[in-house]
């Protein structure tokens, strides 16, 4: 089955550019998503197709996605941006893949 | 406004069986896939089933095949998760999500989930 990895923590000071990582054997050849979840809440999708940003999300958050990783890249981090990142693709064999989420605490 | 208002969930003995449903609104809810991910506190998504826009087509992950049944009433504008030889594994809060339904499959909203705790 297909697997993504993330790292479990990232740490930013607030302004700096936070950027977590999403592996996975060849992930550069799908379209990878990103959700957002603070404490108690559900996901928020905050990227899409690798890049693409949902209407209401802002510029700071960024993807890329290339080779075996997927990047999600946020700009100048605020406090409220402290939350768990989890990464997502669709594999034929697998279906729904989520990876095992990075909680990013803001310094 | 988009909204997916989950119920069902509670306290079930190990064995047992429950049903979630998931009420929606705000959207034509027959061109949308549907899908269920569950989510153990504090720890990972992970995703359960999926249905197609007339409930022909359904799709599980494999710790639930043979045990959970999705299905949807359209009249009803509400998807459904049957779930039947509970385990302790099965103790999460379970989200019911709307597929974009664009040719990649990602979630554009999802319910605030409901909490199903598998326990004697």
């Known amino acids: 089955s297909y697997v993504l990895t993330q790292p479990p923590s990232e740490s930013v000071a607030p302004g700096q550019t936070a950027t977590i990582a999403c592996g996975g054997n060849?992930?550069?050849?799908?379209?990878v998503h990103w959700y957002q979840q603070k404490p108690g809440q559900a996901p928020v999708l905050v990227v899409y197709d690798d890049s693409d940003r949902p209407s209401g999300i802002p510029e700071r958050f960024s993807g890329s996605n290339s080779g075996n990783t997927a990047t999600l890249t946020i700009s100048r981090v605020e406090a409220g941006d402290e939350a768990d990142y989890f990464c997502q693709v669709w594999d034929s064999n697998s279906n729904v893949v989520f990876g095992g989420g990075t909680k990013l605490t803001v310094l | 406004e988009v909204q997916l208002v989950e119920s069902g969930g509670g306290l079930v003995e190990p064995g047992g069986s429950l049903r979630l449903s998931c009420a929606v609104s705000g959207f034509i809810f027959n061109s949308y896939w549907m899908h269920w991910v569950r989510q153990v506190p504090g720890k990972g998504l992970v995703w359960v089933s999926r249905i197609n826009t007339d409930g022909s087509v359904t799709t599980y992950a494999d710790s639930v095949k043979g045990r959970f049944t999705i299905s949807r009433d359209n009249a009803k504008n509400t998807l459904y998760l049957q779930m039947h030889n509970l385990g302790a594994e099965d103790t999460a809060v379970y989200f019911c999500?709307?597929?974009?339904?664009?040719?990649?499959?990602?979630?554009?909203?999802w319910g605030q989930g409901i909490l199903v705790t598998v326990s004697s």
């Open positions: 060849n992930v550069g050849r799908k379209s």
């Open positions: 999500v709307r597929d974009t339904s664009m040719a990649r499959v990602y979630f554009d909203y």
